[in-house]
């Protein structure tokens, strides 16, 4: 008798000792080195990382032929020597982020022109007449529910999107 309420305290404390475990590992997820909870970037943060240069990726696999017809051997985005001095330089990569009444956009400019990279309408909206791009103008319709609508569209100038927003009367 004395074994099995033995055994059964100790099962118990294991146990116990279990789920204080597992609590404190779940609890730690998501913190970071301080112990605190990450916060949500503000608008402004949103908009400096948007607005910051990016190269878009090398999509070329290594061993694959790229456009240039060479083989690529080295890590994707590395030129060798002999590419070098045939390989055009990359373009700097812009998006902008635009938030309007009826809702948001990101847009950036790709070869064909504008492109809507995501958009988001605001609570009491939908989107309508979405031309995304890549044109010589994207667009996107916000229509509320008994609120005005906006229309956004963006353009492209010397390879930088800009985004104009103006309020309809449909």
Known sequence: MRSIIAGTTIWVLLAGAAVVGVFSVLSGI???TEGSQPR?????EISRELASPTEPPDTT???HTPATGKATTAAPGAQTPSDAHSSPARKKHHRV???TTGGSVVASCKPGGAYLES???APGYDTDDVHR???RVASIEFEGD???DYLVSVQCKNGKP???SVMTDD
């Open 97 to 99: 982020a635009k938030q």
């Open 61 to 63: 696999p290594p061993g």
């Open 40 to 44: 949500p970037m503000s608008q402004d």
């Open 162 to 164: 800009t985004i104009h």
């Open 133 to 135: 791009g890549p044109a």
């Open 119 to 121: 958009w988001s309408p």
């Open 30 to 32: 998501g913190a970071d």
């Open 146 to 148: 008994d609120r005005p």
